[in-house]
Nanobody, 124 residues
Framework: QVQVMESGGGSVQSGGSLRLSCAASEPIVATGYLAWFRQAPGKEREGVAAIRPRGDTTYYADSVQGRFTLTRDNAQNTLSHQMDHLKPDDPAMYYC?????????????????WGQGTQVTVSS
């Protein structure tokens, strides 16, 4: 099983930015489907950003389109998640996910390996 680890969470004021990073124990970053999901207390886990392994096609949820950006670094085996213009609706635990079976960018079934999550807090 691939080990996935997130970093970079924290607290920021509304309108600010954070950069999350996802590292994997195997070179799945270059060959697998990758995504960020988030889960706020009392809510279901939702996909916010995803990237395909070849061609770097990216997908973003409507709620984050234009504010969040994924960047893959195959040499470092990391996936960066730049989050700008953060809003009061964005606070959640953010999870990095990786997998090889594609059933859709924001389908949990697409991803076999998950990190423990990193907390993002936005203050108004």
């Amino acid at each position: 099983q691939v080990q996935v680890m997130e970093s970079g969470g924290g607290s920021v004021q509304s309108g600010g930015s954070l950069r999350l990073s996802c590292a994997a124990s195997e070179p799945i970053v270059a060959t697998g489907y990758l995504a960020w999901f988030r889960q706020a207390p009392g809510k279901e886990r939702e996909g916010v950003a995803a990237i395909r392994p070849r061609g770097d096609t990216t997908y973003y949820a409507d709620s984050v389109q234009g504010r969040f950006t994924l960047t893959r670094d195959n040499a470092q085996n990391t996936l960066s998640h730049q989050m700008d213009h953060l809003k009061p609706d964005d606070p959640a635990m953010y999870y990095c996910a990786a997998g090889y079976t594609w059933v859709g960018p924001f389908k949990i079934q697409s991803y076999n390996d998950w990190g423990q999550g990193t907390q993002v807090t936005v203050s108004s």
